[in-house]
């Protein structure tokens, strides 16, 4: 079961990659929590919180940047949790989050993807966190263009964000594979036009509100074989 | 320190209500959670990830209504954490949600605030979960209308839920006034003309990322005191 959706679906010319932990590997976030004094798994409602805001400023027709509303979020937290100093243990946790590396299939599935296509990234954090990401994971110099919704101007699942990727790569968005591990970054990809593949990495089943995948696969090399076996 | 930010705040003819949260008291859903074998903190997870999960679906120009992405959230949250049968959990949670009852605070603050305006609510939910609520606290017949965005056609905050309010209450938006607990549907209600009030019974900070609220206050009798201190 490759969980592809139709015949119709080619070889991109261009794969588009989400960065936040569709490259980046969320994990050492939960221990950098606990090293706070906070549970591990305020993380995940850190991260899901951040998301809500940002996509809330997104649907009122606004715009914010990332790691503003990220780490806003994280005094809050802290502050809720009675941590004696939330600011301080904010910036640290932004550090961690800034200093995440790519999971471990990445490496594997970037090499195996970059020969047959354009890769690109396409955040709604800065270019620079994707820069220092893939520079520290050697691979930067698979990818033509980092991109970032500061530039576009709205954040990702907003049809703007990937016309702004559509344009800047020339590209037809039929001919452009947005992946990512983030079902309303699909949902918001195919909407503009895009091809889409979802990275499932945890087994999980894909939400029935969101606009369903062309691909699934449950790492990148994996990815990378099902698009070996579509014609171009 | 009553959080006024000007002068220009007249009473308002007509009061908006959110519903979830500002209205109804979600402490049930935790115990709930643990009955059903989750850890209580997963209660916050799951409405922060089913707004998230809506708002995204706002961002990218479409609706979903908020009853499937919640139920759809809590299958997905049981099988996470390997429930027997993660179905039937989610329609026990979802059974709980439906029937929340008010905040404590919510009666007193009804009743004084009646006398001076149209109450109305405005939900990202149905109206029928508005309705079941008041009428279990005695409350219906304050509420000349109970609007939901299922017919506005977006999810606040996005400017047209708060139009379809605005209109079809016939009233000037400046004259109107959001009373909401989440600085997004104050954010939402601010870009789209409204006054705001921010209902903040935990004593949190508001974040710096959203429009900042008109009024602040602890609890809805707190919002009908200042209100009686403004000119009409």
Same mark, same amino acid.
């Given at each position: 079961?490759?969980?592809?959706?139709?015949?119709?679906?080619?070889?991109?010319?261009?794969?588009?990659?989400?960065?936040?932990?569709?490259?980046?590997?969320? /994990?050492?976030?939960?221990?950098?929590?606990? /090293?706070?004094?906070?549970?591990?798994?305020?993380?995940?409602?850190?991260?899901?919180?951040?998301?809500?805001?940002?996509?809330?400023?997104?649907?009122?027709?606004?715009?914010?940047?990332?790691?503003?509303?990220?780490?806003?979020?994280?005094?809050?937290?802290?502050?809720?949790?009675?941590?004696?100093?939330?600011?301080?243990?904010?910036?640290?946790?932004?550090?961690?989050?800034?200093?995440?590396?790519?999971?471990?299939?990445?490496?594997?599935?970037?090499?195996?993807?970059?020969?047959?296509?354009?890769?690109?990234?396409?955040?709604?954090?800065?270019?620079?966190?994707?820069?220092?990401?893939?520079?520290?994971?050697?691979?930067?110099?698979?990818?033509?263009?980092?991109?970032?919704?500061?530039?576009?101007?709205?954040?990702?699942?907003?049809?703007?964000?990937?016309?702004?990727?559509?344009?800047?790569?020339?590209?037809?968005?039929?001919?452009?594979?947005?992946?990512?591990?983030?079902?309303?970054?699909?949902?918001? /990809?195919?909407?503009?036009?895009?091809?889409?593949?979802?990275?499932?990495?945890?087994?999980?089943?894909?939400?029935?509100?969101?606009?369903?995948?062309?691909?699934?696969?449950?790492?990148?090399?994996?990815?990378?074989?099902?698009?070996?076996?579509?014609?171009?």
């Amino acid at each position: 079961m490759h969980g592809m959706t139709g015949q119709d679906v080619a070889a991109p010319d261009v794969i588009v990659f989400d960065v936040n932990e569709t490259l980046s590997d969320m /994990a050492p976030m939960g221990r950098a929590f606990v /090293a706070e004094g906070l549970p591990e798994h305020v993380a995940r409602t850190w991260f899901s919180e951040a998301l809500r805001d940002g996509f809330a400023v997104t649907a009122a027709g606004g715009a914010a940047p990332f790691a503003e509303i990220a780490r806003d979020g994280l005094v809050r937290l802290g502050e809720q949790a009675r941590l004696e100093a939330p600011e301080t243990a904010a910036e640290r946790l932004m550090g961690t989050f800034k200093d995440l590396d790519v999971h471990p299939d990445v490496v594997a599935g970037v090499r195996a993807l970059a020969p047959s296509a354009e890769l690109v990234t396409l955040s709604n954090g800065t270019a620079r966190v994707a820069e220092r990401l893939l520079e520290r994971a050697g691979l930067r110099e698979s990818f033509s263009r980092l991109l970032s919704v500061e530039d576009a101007p709205a954040w990702k699942p907003a049809r703007s964000a990937y016309e702004h990727a559509v344009a800047r790569c020339g590209a037809d968005p039929g001919r452009m594979m947005l992946v990512a591990v983030h079902p309303w970054d699909v949902h918001g /990809a195919h909407r503009a036009g895009l091809r889409t593949a979802w990275i499932d990495r945890e087994g999980s089943r894909y939400p029935g509100h969101f606009a369903a995948p062309d691909l699934r696969a449950p790492d990148l090399p994996s990815l990378a074989e099902q698009l070996a076996h579509l014609s171009g």
